[in-house]
Nanobody, 120 residues
Framework: QVQLVESGGGLVQAGGSLRLSCAASGSILNIVRWGWFRQPPGKQRELVGTVTSGRDTNYADSVKGRFTISRENAKNTLYLQMDSLKPEDTAVYYC??????????????WGQGTQVSVSS
């Protein structure tokens, strides 16, 4: 089994910064793709951004230029640096990983979510 544990959420004023982390543990051969998603209050879950094993990144238009995704392969850890935060960034942020496990099977895992609240 694989577990994803997020940390780093909290309350911040508009214009401030936060850094989220997501640590993966368990039976992992490789994390093919990491992703951050978020679910604002009363809305559906949406993509924030992804990073592949080749470190190619992709971001939602709403966060481009403000958020940066990075990964530390040796620690199986994903980061989300969030700068210039806006009240509309308020959401529960979820970590996602596509994990290659023994037998060449790829599984999809989610973290439990961490709350980010941005005050105006």
């Amino acid at each position: 089994q694989v577990q994803l544990v997020e940390s780093g959420g909290g309350l911040v004023q508009a214009g401030g910064s936060l850094r989220l982390s997501c640590a993966a543990s368990g039976s992992i051969l490789n994390i093919v793709r990491w992703g951050w998603f978020r679910q604002p209050p009363g809305k559906q879950r949406e993509l924030v951004g992804t990073v592949t094993s080749g470190r190619d990144t992709n971001y939602a238009d709403s966060v481009k230029g403000r958020f940066t995704i990075s990964r530390e392969n040796a620690k199986n850890t994903l980061y989300l640096q969030m700068d210039s935060l806006k009240p509309e960034d308020t959401a529960v942020y979820y970590c996602n990983a596509l994990v290659l496990r023994q037998g060449n099977a790829i599984f999809n895992y989610w973290g439990q979510g961490t709350q980010v609240s941005v005050s105006s």
